[in-house]
Protein backbone atom coordinates (compact mmCIF):
# COMPACT_ATOMS: atom_id res chain seq x y z
CA UNK A 1 0.00 0.00 0.00
CA UNK A 2 2.86 2.43 0.57
CA UNK A 3 3.85 2.90 -3.15
CA UNK A 4 7.05 4.80 -3.08
CA UNK A 5 10.19 5.49 -5.36
CA UNK A 6 12.23 2.14 -4.74
CA UNK A 7 16.13 2.57 -5.71
CA UNK A 8 18.07 -0.48 -7.55
CA UNK A 9 21.34 -1.51 -7.54
CA UNK A 10 23.65 -0.53 -9.82
CA UNK A 11 24.83 -3.72 -9.50
CA UNK A 12 21.06 -5.71 -10.31
CA UNK A 13 20.60 -3.12 -13.08
CA UNK A 14 24.45 -4.57 -14.90
CA UNK A 15 22.74 -8.00 -14.28
CA UNK A 16 19.82 -7.58 -16.31
CA UNK A 17 21.61 -5.10 -18.82
CA UNK A 18 22.47 -7.96 -21.15
CA UNK A 19 19.16 -9.36 -21.61
CA UNK A 20 17.00 -6.38 -22.25
CA UNK A 21 20.20 -5.04 -25.06
CA UNK A 22 19.49 -8.83 -26.37
CA UNK A 23 16.13 -9.02 -26.63
CA UNK A 24 15.39 -5.26 -27.68
CA UNK A 25 13.46 -6.67 -30.84
CA UNK A 26 9.36 -7.28 -29.99
CA UNK A 27 6.46 -8.46 -31.77
CA UNK A 28 3.74 -6.87 -33.05
CA UNK A 29 1.67 -9.51 -33.68
CA UNK A 30 -1.11 -10.17 -31.57
CA UNK A 31 -1.87 -12.93 -29.80
CA UNK A 32 -5.18 -14.36 -30.15
CA UNK A 33 -5.72 -15.45 -26.25
CA UNK A 34 -5.29 -12.42 -25.51
CA UNK A 35 -7.66 -9.69 -24.85
CA UNK A 36 -8.61 -7.36 -27.26
CA UNK A 37 -6.15 -4.15 -28.23
CA UNK A 38 -6.05 -0.97 -28.58
CA UNK A 39 -8.22 -0.33 -32.03
CA UNK A 40 -6.97 2.07 -34.86
CA UNK A 41 -9.63 5.12 -34.18
CA UNK A 42 -6.49 7.03 -33.10
CA UNK A 43 -3.76 8.77 -34.62
CA UNK A 44 -0.40 7.41 -35.24
CA UNK A 45 2.67 8.09 -34.32
CA UNK A 46 1.67 9.70 -31.20
CA UNK A 47 4.59 11.15 -28.87
CA UNK A 48 4.14 10.92 -25.03
CA UNK A 49 6.44 12.87 -22.89
CA UNK A 50 7.32 11.68 -19.43
CA UNK A 51 9.86 12.56 -16.54
CA UNK A 52 12.64 9.73 -18.02
CA UNK A 53 12.48 10.16 -21.62
CA UNK A 54 9.50 10.86 -24.49
CA UNK A 55 8.39 7.89 -26.42
CA UNK A 56 7.27 8.22 -30.04
CA UNK A 57 4.20 5.32 -30.50
CA UNK A 58 4.21 4.42 -34.18
CA UNK A 59 0.70 2.32 -34.07
CA UNK A 60 -1.82 1.03 -32.11
CA UNK A 61 -0.59 -1.57 -29.68
CA UNK A 62 -1.61 -4.87 -30.00
CA UNK A 63 0.99 -6.18 -26.87
CA UNK A 64 0.55 -3.87 -23.70
CA UNK A 65 2.83 -4.69 -20.67
CA UNK A 66 1.41 -2.63 -17.58
CA UNK A 67 3.81 -2.11 -14.56
CA UNK A 68 3.34 -0.09 -11.07
CA UNK A 69 -0.22 1.01 -10.33
CA UNK A 70 -3.16 1.66 -12.11
CA UNK A 71 -2.10 1.35 -15.42
CA UNK A 72 -3.76 -1.57 -16.19
CA UNK A 73 -7.29 -0.97 -14.65
CA UNK A 74 -6.86 2.32 -16.69
CA UNK A 75 -6.65 -0.20 -20.16
CA UNK A 76 -8.83 -2.05 -18.74
CA UNK A 77 -11.47 0.51 -18.15
CA UNK A 78 -11.38 1.29 -21.92
CA UNK A 79 -11.45 -2.01 -23.04
CA UNK A 80 -8.32 -3.35 -23.61
CA UNK A 81 -6.61 -6.16 -21.43
CA UNK A 82 -2.87 -5.98 -21.44
CA UNK A 83 -1.31 -8.93 -21.88
CA UNK A 84 1.04 -9.03 -18.44
CA UNK A 85 0.47 -6.73 -15.75
CA UNK A 86 2.51 -6.53 -12.30
CA UNK A 87 1.05 -8.58 -9.55
CA UNK A 88 -0.21 -6.81 -6.80
CA UNK A 89 0.21 -8.54 -3.56
CA UNK A 90 -1.31 -5.97 -1.35
CA UNK A 91 -5.00 -6.62 -1.51
CA UNK A 92 -4.66 -9.08 -4.26
CA UNK A 93 -6.08 -12.65 -4.62
CA UNK A 94 -3.25 -15.52 -4.86
CA UNK A 95 -2.90 -14.91 -8.12
CA UNK A 96 -1.58 -10.93 -7.20
CA UNK A 97 -5.30 -9.19 -8.73
CA UNK A 98 -6.93 -7.15 -6.87
CA UNK A 99 -11.15 -7.91 -7.49
CA UNK A 100 -11.93 -5.27 -9.36
CA UNK A 101 -9.49 -5.88 -11.76
CA UNK A 102 -10.71 -9.41 -11.80
CA UNK A 103 -13.84 -8.22 -12.60
CA UNK A 104 -12.72 -6.26 -15.62
CA UNK A 105 -10.94 -8.77 -17.38
CA UNK A 106 -14.18 -11.26 -17.02
CA UNK A 107 -16.40 -8.68 -18.17
CA UNK A 108 -14.39 -7.90 -21.21
CA UNK A 109 -14.49 -11.96 -21.70
CA UNK A 110 -10.62 -11.65 -21.54
CA UNK A 111 -7.50 -14.18 -20.83
CA UNK A 112 -6.07 -14.06 -17.30
CA UNK A 113 -2.58 -11.64 -18.06
CA UNK A 114 0.59 -13.32 -17.33
CA UNK A 115 1.28 -11.62 -13.63
CA UNK A 116 4.76 -10.27 -13.72
CA UNK A 117 6.70 -10.65 -10.28
CA UNK A 118 6.58 -7.42 -7.97
CA UNK A 119 9.94 -6.71 -7.13
CA UNK A 120 11.91 -3.31 -6.48
CA UNK A 121 13.53 -4.07 -10.11
CA UNK A 122 11.49 -4.83 -12.90
CA UNK A 123 11.49 -8.64 -13.83
CA UNK A 124 13.09 -7.70 -17.25
CA UNK A 125 13.18 -11.14 -18.45
CA UNK A 126 9.14 -12.14 -17.94
CA UNK A 127 8.38 -8.53 -19.72
CA UNK A 128 10.09 -9.56 -22.35
CA UNK A 129 9.13 -12.61 -22.77
CA UNK A 130 5.80 -11.27 -23.70
CA UNK A 131 7.26 -9.55 -26.24
CA UNK A 132 5.25 -6.48 -26.06
CA UNK A 133 4.87 -3.38 -27.86
CA UNK A 134 4.31 -1.13 -25.69
CA UNK A 135 4.97 -0.92 -21.66
CA UNK A 136 2.84 1.24 -19.25
CA UNK A 137 4.67 2.34 -15.91
CA UNK A 138 2.19 5.73 -15.76
CA UNK A 139 2.45 5.39 -11.61
CA UNK A 140 5.24 3.92 -11.06
CA UNK A 141 8.58 4.05 -9.10
CA UNK A 142 10.75 3.45 -11.67
CA UNK A 143 14.21 4.62 -12.03
CA UNK A 144 15.88 6.15 -15.21
CA UNK A 145 18.22 3.46 -15.62
CA UNK A 146 15.49 1.33 -15.54
CA UNK A 147 13.68 2.91 -17.73
CA UNK A 148 15.95 3.17 -20.39
CA UNK A 149 16.14 -1.05 -19.98
CA UNK A 150 12.97 -1.69 -20.73
CA UNK A 151 12.75 1.09 -23.60
CA UNK A 152 15.19 -1.49 -25.46
CA UNK A 153 12.26 -3.84 -24.96
CA UNK A 154 9.89 -1.90 -26.07
CA UNK A 155 8.30 1.49 -25.86
CA UNK A 156 7.50 2.40 -22.04
CA UNK A 157 5.87 5.41 -20.67
CA UNK A 158 6.71 6.51 -17.38
CA UNK A 159 5.16 9.07 -14.66
CA UNK A 160 4.89 12.61 -15.90
CA UNK A 161 6.72 14.31 -13.00
CA UNK A 162 7.51 12.27 -9.80
CA UNK A 163 7.33 9.03 -9.00
CA UNK A 164 4.42 7.44 -7.13
CA UNK A 165 2.62 10.94 -7.90
CA UNK A 166 0.85 10.74 -11.16
CA UNK A 167 -2.66 11.86 -10.14
CA UNK A 168 -5.43 9.03 -11.05
CA UNK A 169 -7.03 11.29 -13.30
CA UNK A 170 -3.57 12.02 -15.70
CA UNK A 171 -3.55 7.82 -15.50
CA UNK A 172 -6.06 7.54 -17.53
CA UNK A 173 -5.60 10.72 -19.97
CA UNK A 174 -1.77 9.38 -20.69
CA UNK A 175 -2.86 5.88 -21.22
CA UNK A 176 -5.61 7.06 -23.47
CA UNK A 177 -3.33 9.01 -25.40
CA UNK A 178 -0.77 5.85 -25.57
CA UNK A 179 -2.73 3.61 -27.09
CA UNK A 180 -4.63 5.92 -29.08
CA UNK A 181 -8.01 6.06 -27.04
CA UNK A 182 -8.45 9.61 -25.79
CA UNK A 183 -12.40 9.59 -26.26
CA UNK A 184 -12.33 6.67 -24.49
CA UNK A 185 -10.38 7.89 -21.67
CA UNK A 186 -12.51 10.83 -21.56
CA UNK A 187 -15.39 9.18 -21.17
CA UNK A 188 -14.09 7.00 -18.71
CA UNK A 189 -13.36 10.36 -16.37
CA UNK A 190 -16.92 12.03 -17.18
CA UNK A 191 -18.27 8.97 -15.59
CA UNK A 192 -16.13 8.91 -13.04
CA UNK A 193 -16.51 12.22 -12.22
CA UNK A 194 -20.49 12.16 -12.61
CA UNK A 195 -20.29 9.71 -9.62
CA UNK A 196 -17.95 11.82 -7.10
CA UNK A 197 -19.63 14.41 -7.96
CA UNK A 198 -23.07 13.22 -7.20
CA UNK A 199 -21.42 11.69 -3.55
CA UNK A 200 -20.10 15.04 -2.64
CA UNK A 201 -23.35 16.83 -3.62
CA UNK A 202 -25.13 13.86 -1.74
CA UNK A 203 -22.81 15.35 1.19
CA UNK A 204 -22.61 18.38 1.70
CA UNK A 205 -21.20 17.66 5.39
CA UNK A 206 -17.61 17.13 3.96
CA UNK A 207 -17.74 20.71 2.12
CA UNK A 208 -14.73 22.60 3.90
CA UNK A 209 -13.86 20.31 6.54
CA UNK A 210 -9.69 19.99 6.76
CA UNK A 211 -8.27 16.17 6.75
CA UNK A 212 -4.81 14.04 6.81
CA UNK A 213 -4.37 10.97 5.71
CA UNK A 214 -1.77 8.92 6.93
CA UNK A 215 -0.85 5.46 8.02
CA UNK A 216 1.66 3.47 10.41
CA UNK A 217 4.07 0.98 8.88
CA UNK A 218 5.86 -1.16 11.47
CA UNK A 219 5.62 1.93 14.18
CA UNK A 220 6.66 4.56 11.66
CA UNK A 221 4.07 7.02 10.60
CA UNK A 222 3.51 8.56 7.22
CA UNK A 223 1.48 11.16 6.20
CA UNK A 224 0.69 11.90 2.77
CA UNK A 225 0.88 15.25 0.95
CA UNK A 226 -0.93 17.93 -0.72
CA UNK A 227 -0.03 16.71 -4.20
CA UNK A 228 -0.34 12.69 -3.61
CA UNK A 229 -3.56 11.46 -5.28
CA UNK A 230 -5.36 10.03 -2.25
CA UNK A 231 -5.54 13.17 -0.76
CA UNK A 232 -6.68 14.07 -3.94
CA UNK A 233 -9.53 11.82 -3.91
CA UNK A 234 -10.56 13.27 -0.60
CA UNK A 235 -10.01 17.09 -1.90
CA UNK A 236 -12.78 15.98 -4.63
CA UNK A 237 -15.11 15.00 -2.60
CA UNK A 238 -14.88 18.09 -0.55
CA UNK A 239 -12.28 18.12 1.91
CA UNK A 240 -9.48 20.57 1.82
CA UNK A 241 -6.06 20.28 3.56
CA UNK A 242 -5.10 21.90 6.39
CA UNK A 243 -2.17 23.68 7.36
CA UNK A 244 -0.11 20.87 9.42
CA UNK A 245 -0.09 18.84 6.07
CA UNK A 246 1.35 21.54 4.11
CA UNK A 247 3.89 22.59 6.53
CA UNK A 248 5.11 18.90 6.89
CA UNK A 249 5.51 18.39 3.29
CA UNK A 250 8.55 20.23 2.20
CA UNK A 251 10.45 17.80 0.31
CA UNK A 252 8.43 17.73 -2.50
CA UNK A 253 7.57 14.14 -2.09
CA UNK A 254 4.09 12.21 -2.06
CA UNK A 255 4.63 11.67 1.94
CA UNK A 256 6.00 12.88 5.10
CA UNK A 257 7.40 11.23 8.26
CA UNK A 258 6.72 11.80 11.79
CA UNK A 259 7.64 10.76 14.82
CA UNK A 260 5.77 9.86 17.56
CA UNK A 261 6.45 12.99 19.47
CA UNK A 262 5.08 14.92 16.65
CA UNK A 263 2.07 13.09 16.23
CA UNK A 264 0.16 15.44 17.79
CA UNK A 265 1.16 18.51 15.40
CA UNK A 266 -1.01 16.82 12.68
CA UNK A 267 -3.80 18.76 13.13
CA UNK A 268 -7.13 18.42 10.94
CA UNK A 269 -10.69 18.20 11.20
CA UNK A 270 -10.84 14.69 10.23
CA UNK A 271 -7.76 11.78 10.08
CA UNK A 272 -8.38 9.10 7.56
CA UNK A 273 -6.14 6.81 8.93
CA UNK A 274 -5.39 3.21 6.52
CA UNK A 275 -5.41 -0.17 8.01
CA UNK A 276 -4.31 -3.53 7.16
CA UNK A 277 -6.87 -5.24 10.14
CA UNK A 278 -9.14 -3.67 12.67
CA UNK A 279 -6.60 -5.36 14.82
CA UNK A 280 -3.66 -3.09 13.66
CA UNK A 281 -5.88 -0.17 13.54
CA UNK A 282 -6.90 -1.21 17.28
CA UNK A 283 -3.03 -1.65 18.47
CA UNK A 284 -2.32 1.43 16.10
CA UNK A 285 -5.30 3.46 18.47
CA UNK A 286 -3.96 2.26 22.00
CA UNK A 287 -0.67 3.78 21.25
CA UNK A 288 0.66 6.70 23.97
CA UNK A 289 1.21 8.50 20.31
CA UNK A 290 -1.81 7.97 18.76
CA UNK A 291 -3.80 8.64 22.08
CA UNK A 292 -1.91 12.85 22.01
CA UNK A 293 -3.74 13.70 18.58
CA UNK A 294 -7.16 15.74 19.01
CA UNK A 295 -8.89 13.55 16.21
CA UNK A 296 -7.91 10.36 18.17
CA UNK A 297 -9.75 12.42 21.18
CA UNK A 298 -12.43 13.73 19.34
CA UNK A 299 -13.34 10.57 17.37
CA UNK A 300 -13.01 12.40 13.92
CA UNK A 301 -10.47 9.49 12.74
CA UNK A 302 -11.92 7.82 9.22
CA UNK A 303 -10.48 4.58 9.40
CA UNK A 304 -10.41 2.71 6.53
CA UNK A 305 -9.76 -1.23 7.23
CA UNK A 306 -8.82 -4.10 5.60
CA UNK A 307 -6.26 -4.16 2.46
CA UNK A 308 -8.73 -4.24 -0.52
CA UNK A 309 -10.45 -1.36 0.94
CA UNK A 310 -7.40 0.60 1.15
CA UNK A 311 -5.86 -0.32 -2.14
CA UNK A 312 -8.98 0.64 -3.75
CA UNK A 313 -8.79 4.16 -2.28
CA UNK A 314 -4.86 4.34 -1.78
CA UNK A 315 -4.30 5.77 -4.75
CA UNK A 316 -7.50 5.16 -6.66
CA UNK A 317 -7.73 3.93 -10.08
CA UNK A 318 -10.19 3.79 -12.72
CA UNK A 319 -11.92 1.06 -11.80
CA UNK A 320 -11.06 0.64 -8.23
CA UNK A 321 -12.79 4.60 -6.98
CA UNK A 322 -15.83 3.48 -7.30
CA UNK A 323 -15.37 0.18 -5.93
CA UNK A 324 -14.10 1.51 -2.64
CA UNK A 325 -16.86 4.80 -2.69
CA UNK A 326 -19.31 3.33 -0.69
CA UNK A 327 -17.18 2.42 2.31
CA UNK A 328 -14.61 5.47 2.15
CA UNK A 329 -18.00 7.58 2.57
CA UNK A 330 -19.66 5.42 5.16
CA UNK A 331 -16.59 6.25 7.36
CA UNK A 332 -16.08 10.04 6.09
CA UNK A 333 -19.60 10.44 7.76
CA UNK A 334 -19.06 8.78 11.17
CA UNK A 335 -15.70 10.94 11.57
CA UNK A 336 -17.26 13.79 10.76
CA UNK A 337 -20.43 13.64 12.88
CA UNK A 338 -18.21 13.83 15.58
CA UNK A 339 -16.48 17.43 14.37
CA UNK A 340 -17.18 20.21 16.73
Same mark, same amino acid.
Given at each position: ????? /? ?222 ? /? ?110
Amino acid at each position: MFRRH /RVATLAAIAATAALALAGCSSSSGSDSSTAPASDSSGSFPVTVQSALGDVTIESAPERIVTLGWGSNDALLSMGIAPVGMAKQSYGGDENGVLPWTQEAIDSLGAAEPTMITESDEPAYEEIQALKPDLILAVYSGLTQDQYDLLSQIAPTVAYPDAPWSTPWRDVVTTVGKAVGQEQKAADVLSSIDDEITTVASENPQFEGKSVAAAADFAGTFYGYSPSDP /RVGFLNDLGFTNPQSVTDASTDGSFFFQLSNEKLDSLTSDVLVYYADSQESYDAWLATPAAQTMQQVKDGTVAPLIGTQLVASVSPPTALSLTWGLADTVKALDAAVANVK
